[in-house]
Structures are given as structure tokens and as C-alpha cells.
């Protein structure tokens, strides 16, 4: 599950970046950055737990 807090200034929609938590068994906090480097956080997070 990927989660954002949709009220943060600079982040979410009409914006190129965002800040999410990515949640399997752990939460990963991502920080502001491009949505771009947070697919690919994500693609990997998928990549690492298909078994």
C-alpha cells in the first residue's frame, strides 16, 4: 500500500513531487522528492517481495 498526506503544500496533485509511506511489512517513509523517483522506489519494493 502507498499512502500521502493529500493537504502537504508541494506534494500530490497539479505537482511534480510528493512524499509518501510505502507499507508492506514495514513502512518506508520516502521524503519529498520527484513522483518519478518514488515509482521506482515502489517497482522495487514490488521486485523484492514477488517470490
Avoid at 22 to 47: C, W, Y
Wanted: glycine content about 8%.
Amino acid at each position: 500500500m502507498v499512502a500521502n498526506d493529500v493537504s502537504k503544500e508541494g506534494a500530490g496533485f497539479d505537482s511534480d513531487s510528493n512524499e509518501v509511506l510505502i507499507i508492506d511489512d514495514n513502512i518506508l517513509k520516502v521524503p519529498l522528492t520527484s513522483k518519478r523517483e518514488i515509482a521506482g522506489q515502489i517497482l522495487d519494493k514490488i521486485g523484492k517481495n514477488i517470490k
